[in-house]
């Protein structure tokens, strides 16, 4: 492993994110809202501690490995998450803590979208711009975007990519080059954020918050530009525009690749993970709105408007809410909080477990029912007639034991900070599916959390943004051995 490598690349990635303090100065500039300072502050101070880290390390000119990726990854998310609380710490219209700051920051990069902010409709526009930013460059994912960058450093971005890229994808690269998949991703992730918030405008919200929402919608982050969410809105059509964008950012960007590169949609209804994703995603709804309507906890024109919108958003793990759907019927919460260990396909925005892991668990478990009832026979699984390899069963077997570990070691540390179980609970699978909204006291805000908590749900946070398991390997022994 080249450590000096790896601190060289670090440091100009900070340099380039300095860049997104500029879009929410110049709007603080423009509205003379008071918040020019942080944002110039944290301007300088990214620009100058990337420079501090890069200086030493210039010319350090090697290959980067595999486990040099890793580092830079979670390095870089880690950094970044720091140095991104600076405007939310200094700013005067919030006073938040200095963890409380950090929180919010990383909620916004891992696009889990959970807040400790409450009086989101008083704060300046720049502020709550710079919210939705973090949340767009978080979704696609930076080091994805930087990959386009650093060839041009004399560095290469395979082993970035492998270490970002989320889930076991089936297509590794979409064009022959590294760099031209990353302008590929780019490229579709920009016209539908664009698609999105010309959607959101034709339909009734006004442009700030098109622009705003259609960050955070693509980037399945719910972070929003009122404390009422999207039931802010009170508009049935900007409800269904959310919910389409959200299931499209939902879903594997390289199938979107290939079905524009092919113009033909029936690459989507081809690919298992697609198909199995919106027949849970299908059921799933048509659960929420019959217990909303038979129960009568809504009437059934608002039931299914709101049942739809409160499945996809919590399902995705964009974590936008319509209404406080923690008071729904008991069974609902827990029920949508557990379909959002799901999450999105593989290769998306989303978080959770991915849809392709539990379509291979749930695969599985089934050649093993046939396995019992044939032992002698020879019963391959496949995933698109074609044949999965063991070890990749097996490498999935391993995530979701290990993601559940994680889960439950959070969990009950969570419970040491005062928490009741189910605050606790939803807390850390919230944080950790990076969903946002929980139960309980974290229904509406993670403001009463204290800091002790607030900084475990940030390791929860990134955890779950780097799938655990490029995390976890910079504590083996073994990562730092020559």
Known sequence: MHLSISLRITGVLLMIFSVAMLPSLLLALYDQDGSARPFGLAFGINILAGLAIWLP?????????????????????????????????????????????????????????????????????????????????????????????????????????????????????????????????????VCLTALCALSYSFVGMPVFDAICHAFSTVAIGGFSTHDGSMGFFQNDKVLLVCTVFMMISAINFGLHFIALQRRNLRIYSQDSETTFFSVVIGAATVVTCATLILSEALPPSEGLIHGLFQTVSIATTTGFTTQDFASWPTFLPFFLLMLSFMGGCAGSTGGGLKAMRLLLIFRQGMRELKQLLHPNAVIPLKLDSRRVQPSVVSAVWSFYAVYMVTLVTIMLLMLTTGLDFTSAFSATAAALNNLGPGLGSVAASYAGVNEAGKLLLCVAMLAGRLEVFTLLVLFTPAFWRP
């Open 57 to 189: 390390f210039r010319d350090a000119d090697r290959d980067l490995r595999i486990r040099d990726g890793f580092l830079v990854t979670a390095l870089f998310w880690i950094v970044l998450g720091c140095f991104g609380a600076i405007p939310f710490y200094t700013s005067d219209a919030l006073q938040l803590s200095l963890a409380g700051a950090v929180f919010e920051s990383i909620s916004g990069l891992t696009t889990t979208g959970a807040t400790v902010i409450i009086g989101l409709d008083d704060l300046p526009r720049s502020l709550l711009l710079y919210r939705q930013l973090l949340q767009w460059l978080g979704g696609i994912g930076i080091i994805v975007l930087a990959v386009a960058i650093l060839p041009m450093l004399g560095v290469g971005g395979m082993q970035l990519y492998r270490a970002e890229s989320a889930g076991p994808a089936k297509d590794t690269k979409l064009t022959p080059r590294i760099t031209g998949t990353a302008k590929a991703l780019f490229q579709i992730y």
